[in-house]
């Protein structure tokens, strides 16, 4: 169980991201055409994925830009934006803001992923929803960096996870 803050008062998640080193837990996400989808999809490619509580916030919809915006300089790079959001909420939210080059995935049909990756939000007002995060993998799914991020409302270091690809 990690600790973090939601406007400097704290809540908890169910556990800890996973660890440098290891191999990423697979998944099943649903993505903007409601087929479900895990790391083989995405195989071949380095992965940045982007944890956040959702879409319809202003810190979730700038770091969904700004990953947007980054990944445009790497060709070989895909970045998961993962949210509690339904994929018609975030096919219609990615549409209305130009985003093109990322990759949403709703966490609909199952809270595994929140769970296996450690970042489902046990209390306070957010409780269910996941907490914000970056996990970075390279394209065998080996874990590279990862950050929780220690205040909900802030967004997470770009710099660091596009350098953890290098």
């Given at each position: 169980?990690?600790?973090i803050?939601?406007?400097?008062n704290?809540i ?6 996973p660890?440098v080193?290891s191999?990423a ?6 993505n ?7 790391l083989?999809?995405?195989a071949?490619k380095?992965?940045i994925?982007?944890i ?8 979730c919809a700038?770091?969904t830009k700004?990953?947007n ?5 790497h060709?070989d790079v895909?970045v998961?934006?993962v ?5 018609f ?9 130009g985003?093109?080059?990322?990759h ?5 049909r199952s ?8 970042v ?31 205040e ?7 710099d660091?996870?596009?350098a953890?690809l290098d």
């Amino acid at each position: 169980m990690a600790e973090i803050t939601l406007q400097g008062n704290p809540i908890h998640t169910n556990g800890d991201l996973p660890a440098v080193g290891s191999i990423a837990p697979d998944f099943r996400l649903t993505n903007n055409d409601l087929n479900d989808v895990g790391l083989e999809d995405f195989a071949g490619k380095r992965k940045i994925i982007s944890i956040v509580p959702s879409l319809d916030t202003g810190v979730c919809a700038q770091s969904t830009k700004k990953f947007n915006e980054l990944v445009a300089r790497h060709d070989d790079v895909v970045v998961l934006v993962v949210s509690a959001d339904l994929p018609f909420a975030q096919a219609r939210f990615c549409g209305a803001e130009g985003i093109d080059r990322v990759h949403t995935l709703s966490l609909m049909r199952s809270k595994n992923f929140a769970k296996d990756y450690g970042v489902l939000v046990q209390d306070g007002p957010l409780a269910g929803v996941t907490a914000r995060a970056v996990v970075v993998l390279d394209a065998g799914n080996k874990v590279l960096y990862t950050e929780l991020v220690p205040e909900i409302g802030q967004e997470p270091d770009y710099d660091a996870a596009f350098a953890a690809l290098d």
